[in-house]
């Protein structure tokens, strides 16, 4: 049973029980939405836990039904407990019935017989639209051009309107990832990063908690044992990589050995992509030495997009990355660590040496520092993606702009993710507080001499920190 019918069940339960209470809810705001949509809130209070909308449209209820819609709000954002969707259609004179129930102090508490007449819209930013008082039957809503593309499952392109939200996953009322919306990683990694973990398909890497996507890097000796990293053949039984390649299956041979992290990593390939657009995540970072967060869009032509003078391979737009160690200088000194905030576009160019990479071909990424960590709290990531700019902000606050000659021009889809160690992200003989990076990034051994280092660098991973925290993800159509 779904948790919203639970609590419906429960709210007749208890109705007769709360309604002699001294708690009166609040008032909601009721906003009707151009193009399409509706938005209903009512502001927080110190004690509200929940609340939870129900609404039908030109019909009024007949006690405590659930109605057209019933949604639980069980996050406040911006001082507010908000429903909005943006597949409403309504026109000038439709009544909007409702009613609200609100978990108060542990209480129950309904709000009854609600009501607004649509006589005024608003665009998405709550804005009211002057003379908008709705066309009549049978007109058409306007629909404003967008330089977005966006496209469904297998790249079918959908028809959207300027402004729209197209995308939007919050992890509310779930146990699972959703896998009409993710695919949740289970392969080996390699070009262009080689990180120095395995991704797989389990809830100890890769869950939903309390509304919020968790990814946690484990160590494979913890699941295995030690030996297995030297000795081990691990196929990986529900790859989503190429079937009969190294993507899906290794056997450690000599130094060669398997990947001492398994990890996690989901994204929307397949399922939905865009060009152009604004993408907006809520998130906490992780903290750990050599470990790094993954909030990026990534091209669905995966031989590279970036069309200019020359051609250019592995691009991805970076919503938002920190290096994981709290504390990290260059070889010369310059500071890497967890204060440092980068984001923006970056490409990358394949050695033919020794199969690697290099670091950086193409490094447009911006960066913002800070005096505290970024992964100590919560932080508000945003990218806007425009044929000749990409412009990064980071809790509402503009940092760089990267400007194109040439605009990318293919779809890309959402990566989500940690990663830790590999071949592109820590420079050659840089410093984690008082032991220099253990391997070299274009070595055969890089990865057995970053294993050899494990006793020192995860003792720095905390249960507590080591973790990617997603609370919502929101892309808008330009």
């Known amino acids: 049973m779904k948790m919203s019918q639970i609590l419906f069940a429960f709210f007749v339960i208890l109705s007769q029980g709360i309604i002699d209470s001294q708690y009166i809810p609040p008032q909601a705001t009721v906003l009707p939405l151009r193009p399409v949509g509706i938005r209903m809130s009512i502001p927080d209070e110190d004690g509200i836990s929940l609340v939870a909308y129900h609404v039908k449209f030109n019909s009024e209820f007949r006690g405590l039904e659930a109605g057209t819609i019933a949604r639980d709000i069980t996050k406040v954002r911006d001082s507010k407990w908000t429903y909005e ?72 392109e959908q028809s959207i309107c300027g402004g729209q939200l197209i995308f939007e996953e919050t992890f509310d009322n779930q146990n699972a990832v959703n896998n009409l919306k993710w695919t949740t990683v ?47 053949n691990l196929t990986l039984h ?14 450690t041979q000599g130094f060669h050995i398997l990947p001492p992290v398994i990890s996690g990593r989901i994204n929307t390939k397949n399922l939905f992509s865009f060009l152009y657009g604004r993408i907006v995540i809520r998130a906490k970072l992780p903290k750990g030495d050599w470990i790094y967060p993954v909030l990026a869009l990534e091209p669905v032509d995966e031989q590279g997009s970036y069309v200019g003078n020359d ?10 990355s920190v290096l994981g160690n709290p504390v990290l200088k260059s070889a010369e000194g310059d500071e890497l660590g967890g204060r440092i905030l980068r984001g923006g576009f970056l490409s990358r160019t394949t050695l033919t040496t020794a199969n690697l990479t290099t670091l950086r071909a193409n490094d447009g990424t911006k960066y913002k520092t800070s005096s505290k960590l970024w992964s100590d709290d919560y932080h508000i990531y945003e990218m806007e993606w425009k044929p000749e700019v990409i412009t990064v902000k980071v809790d509402g606050e503009s940092y760089g702009e990267k400007w194109f000659d040439s605009p990318l021009q293919t779809p890309f889809y959402i990566t989500l993710g940690v990663a830790v160690g590999g071949v592109a992200e820590f420079p050659d003989g840089c410093k984690s507080q008082d032991y220099t990076k253990p391997w070299r990034n274009v070595e055969s051994k890089a990865l057995l001499h970053f294993y050899l280092a494990q006793p020192t660098w995860s003792k720095n991973w905390k249960p507590e920190s080591k973790s990617l925290q997603v609370d919502y993800i929101n892309v808008w159509a330009l």
């Open 85 to 156: 969707d943006r597949s409403t259609k309504l026109k000038e004179g439709d009544v909007i019935y409702y009613w609200i129930h609100v978990v108060y102090e542990g209480l129950g508490y309904n709000l009854l017989e609600q009501q607004h007449v649509v006589n005024e819209f608003y665009d998405y930013n709550g804005v009211p639209i002057e003379g908008s008082a709705g066309p009549g039957p049978g007109v058409s809503t306007s629909c404003s051009p967008t330089l977005t593309k966006h496209f469904g499952v297998n790249a079918e």
């Open 311 to 320: 051609a250019r391979f592995n691009v991805q737009l970076r919503v938002s």
């Open 238 to 251: 529900k790859c989503t990589g190429q079937p009969g390649t190294r993507e899906c299956q290794r056997v």
């Open 186 to 232: 289970e392969q080996f990694p390699g070009n262009p990063d080689y990180e120095f973990v395995v991704y797989r398909n389990h809830k100890e890497n890769v869950n939903v908690e309390n509304g919020k996507l968790i990814v946690t890097p484990t160590l494979l000796d913890n699941t295995c044992g030690s030996d297995f990293v030297r000795d081990g």
